[in-house]
């Protein structure tokens, strides 16, 4: 299994930006590429952004024109950064497979909390 850890969380007020990072154990080599998950308590595990091969990404049409992943495979890392931030994007973010078939355990996350 590899393992991910998540970083870079934090409370900001609404407008704020912060950049989230997540390392993993080895090489992940996956052509349906990773990404960033959000979770609310008392919700589903939902994503937000993904990047795949070629650098594609696509986004949440929440987080649209707002959020920006990156990925650096050499360091076996991916980044979220996240500008313009509202309260409804509170929650902890998890990185992963973009593929949820390919799954098998999930990191601590990291809190992101929005003030008003």
């Known amino acids: 299994q590899v393992q991910l850890v998540e970083s870079g969380g934090g409370l900001v007020q609404t407008g704020g930006s912060l950049r989230l990072s997540c390392v993993a154990s080895r090489t992940i080599v996956s052509s349906t590429g990773m990404a960033w998950y959000r979770q609310i308590p008392g919700k589903t595990r939902d994503l937000v952004a993904a990047?795949?091969?070629?650098?594609?990404?696509t986004y949440a049409d929440s987080v649209k024109g707002r959020f920006t992943m990156s990925g650096d495979t050499a360091k076996n890392t991916v980044y979220l950064q996240m500008n313009n931030l509202k309260p409804e994007d509170t929650g902890v973010y998890y990185c992963n497979y973009a593929d949820p078939r390919l799954i098998q355990n999930w990191g601590q996350g990291t809190q992101v909390i929005v003030s008003p």
């Open positions: 990047i795949r091969r070629g650098g594609i990404t």
